[in-house]
């Protein structure tokens, strides 16, 4: 079995890194981390985020949606200006005008593109349909890769139900496409008619009951409209999912120490691992400081002795009751976070058995919120154990 | 939450019936019992639990209807799936109909249902209004409108909305207060803020446990002493952050807040729920006579 990859490794040497999670455990923090650390190791960098909260957005420069990677200036990330000349940029995800990019990529003239853009079905599908941000931050990406020059390219994923719909968000036009009902209705009008009439006008009555003929029109408009175009999004998916498949692409998961977070880190990396995809780097944001290695029940067992002591020093008199007291609430309250640290601890045991070759670090609490490159570069400290002084090695 | 809130009311003496509409939550777990699954299960005196997915809502509603034979054709072609691409909301308003129908023929007292994250909350509970424009006849229109009715009679429902006191989930719960009330015209019960830190004391320093241990004649060594020092100081810290984020909350969102302390032990079973359901129910009754609505969404 090979070593152990470490951070710096991800960092130094790959060119895609998307960090995966459920919502809620610091994804979009960690992007920006590791992002910045490249830039800061010499790379040309690139973040694209979705929905960042709104002091980390300012701090990337990103106050609204944008389609294009907006420059940071460097005094910004390096203010000490040591780092190796590299670039770092951000993007906030515009999943819609993404959308109506790739259409327009696609589409055989301006009028096939304004006929599917103005398509009430086509504004549903995408602002709407579920997956479709997950299949636009891929589309982006792959963009970027193709076109912007980058070195670094590291992608927040939207928050899902299920971590691993993202995978599966590119395939999930072509497979609307593919569906039986909807090829017959892009057939050559014509043919369409003659063979596949019964069929089809069976299903449309049907549908037309439950939702409405309105509805099953524009469904019709939108698939007589992506005629011709539905080769183009498959390929491009394929290629998507092959850059993903590159060993110059890694995947990190973010987790929270809390034990149902662990446990669909676990899952989400054993289902990338079947896909062949293996889970380079295992985070866990939010973990309790230890406060040291003291057992637990020591620890409150020595409260309870402040306790009586102090129910004694009130029969003796004196301070000595207000002292024990206070004591007794510090050793309580010490008893508490060990408890918590120990079982966070034990949640990510397990984990970091199963994790394989990935690194895996613990980011603890800090003591204030993560927004500014100040905060970035301290959880950084917990990825990346080398400073970045060796220039980024050529890809 | 909605383990807590089912608890409560259960000890209120309602029946309750909990929905589902995820899946893989840690729900039945928080009473020690195994996932839930469609057919309703007893989770606790007077408390059942059940999912509801939009497949099941489907065959479901098109059988009582008499329309056994397109639910079969739907499901089986894949059309459902093409359909609810189509109609973003149809899966949602499966679910949501189905509720109804729960709600029409008294399944329970209260009935409770564990809806979606912020973001797809929305998207979750402004479906009806927005399949009731988007497809003006035909029974999913119907179906809508009684939905819709549903969730903005207050007698019949309010949303619980529950945050803990960081800054990206306050952000979310204020977004989604804000969209629920102006867009759906639902209730808002009280904001429940989760997982909150108990006070801490005065500032503590390696200096006083010091004083301390020789006052009280016990032996402290340095080590301990700095272990109790800065678990003091990281509770001190992460209160005030905490305290900074429900004092921004209850700014910008005039809505009664419950605080539900955080717990420090390991795992969320019946004994825990019992805990949190006690105090939830003091800090209600401390807030108003809350009448409850019969479906509550947390």
């Known amino acids: ?395 | 939450m909605t383990a807590t809130l089912a608890d409560t009311a259960a000890s209120a003496g309602l029946s309750v019936l909990i929905v589902e509409v995820e899946g893989k939550s840690g729900l039945a777990a928080c009473f020690g019992r195994p996932p839930l699954g469609y057919e309703e299960t007893e989770l606790a005196p007077r408390v059942r639990g059940r999912t509801l997915t939009p497949d099941e809502a489907l065959v479901d509603y098109l059988e009582t209807h008499g329309l056994k034979r397109i639910s079969k054709r739907l499901v089986r072609s894949g059309a459902l799936e093409v359909v609810s691409s189509a109609v973003p909301g149809m899966k949602d308003i499966l679910v949501l109909g189905k509720v109804k129908a729960l709600d029409v023929e008294r399944a329970a007292d209260l009935i409770i249902i564990d809806a979606p994250a912020a973001g797809h909350a929305i998207s979750f509970l402004m479906s009806p209004r927005g399949l009731g424009d988007a497809v003006r006849v035909g029974p999913v229109n119907k179906q809508s409108t009684d939905v819709v009715e549903m969730l903005s009679d207050p007698a019949r429902c309010q949303v619980v909305l529950v945050t803990v006191p960081e800054e990206t989930p306050v952000n979310e719960l204020v977004e989604t207060a804000f969209q629920l009330e102006d867009r759906i015209g639902v209730q808002l019960g009280p904001v429940v803020v989760n997982s909150c830190y108990p006070e801490p004391g005065v500032p503590a320093s390696m200096e006083e446990v010091r004083q301390l241990a020789d006052e009280l004649g016990v032996f402290v060594s340095p080590r301990e002493a700095r272990d109790l020092v800065s678990a003091a100081e990281f509770l001190r810290e992460r209160y005030a952050l905490q305290q900074q984020q429900a004092d921004r909350l209850a700014a910008r969102l005039p809505l009664p807040q419950v605080r539900l302390p955080f717990l420090f032990t390991a795992e969320l079973g019946p004994p825990e729920i019992d805990v949190l359901a006690a105090t939830f129910a003091a800090q209600v009754d401390a807030l108003t006579e809350s009448s409850w609505g019969r479906v509550t969404v947390p």
């Open chain 1, 1 to 395: 079995m090979s070593e152990r990859v470490t951070f710096e490794d991800i960092v130094r040497d790959r060119h895609i890194v998307v960090c995966c999670g459920t919502g809620g455990v610091g994804k979009t923090t960690v992007a920006a981390v590791f992002a910045a650390e490249g830039a800061r190791r010499g790379r040309n960098a690139v973040v694209v985020t979705i929905d960042p909260a709104k002091r980390l957005a300012n701090t990337l420069g990103l106050e609204e949606l944008s389609n294009t990677p907006h420059e940071i200036d460097r005094s910004r990330w390096d203010p000490a200006g040591s780092a190796p000349a590299g670039r770092l940029s951000a993007l906030m995800l515009d999943t819609k005008s993404t959308f109506d990019d790739l259409v327009a990529t696609y589409a055989a003239d301006d009028d096939q593109t304004e006929r599917i853009l103005t398509n009430r079905f086509y504004r549903n599908v995408s602002t709407a349909l579920s997956g479709t941000q997950e299949y636009m931050a891929m589309e982006k990406l792959y963009e970027l890769h193709e076109q912007g020059g980058y070195d670094l390219i590291v992608v927040d994923t939207p928050p899902t139900r299920h971590a691993l719909d993202f995978l599966d968000a590119p395939r999930r036009l072509t497979r609307l496409l593919d569906n039986r009902i909807f090829r017959m209705l892009m057939m050559p009008t014509r043919a369409y008619l003659r063979v596949a009439s019964a069929a089809v006008q069976r299903f449309l009555r049907t549908a037309s009951k439950v939702v409405g003929t309105e509805v099953i029109d524009d469904v019709v408009a939108f698939f007589r409209a992506f005629e011709g175009m539905e080769e183009g999004f498959r390929n491009r998916a394929t290629s998507v999912l092959a850059l993903l498949a590159e060993p110059s692409s890694s995947f990190l998961v973010v987790s929270s120490p809390r034990r149902d977070a662990v446990e669909e880190a676990a899952y989400f990396a054993e289902r990338l691992a079947e896909s062949d995809i293996p889970v380079e780097g295992l985070i866990v944001n939010r973990v309790h400081p230890a406060f040291g290695d003291e057992r637990v029940e020591e620890l409150r067992a020595r409260a309870e002795t402040l306790a009586a002591k102090r129910s004694e020093s009130v029969r003796a008199a004196g301070d000595g009751a207000v002292s024990a007291r206070r004591l007794a609430e510090l050793y309580t309250n010490l008893a508490d976070f060990r408890q918590v640290a120990e079982c966070e601890r034990h949640h990510v045991a397990g984990v970091k058995a199963r994790a394989g070759r990935a690194a895996v670090a613990f980011v603890p609490y800090l003591s204030r919120d993560v927004y500014d490159f100040d905060a970035l570069a301290e959880v950084g400290r917990h990825l990346f154990t080398t400073t970045p002084t060796a220039p980024a090695r050529a890809p």
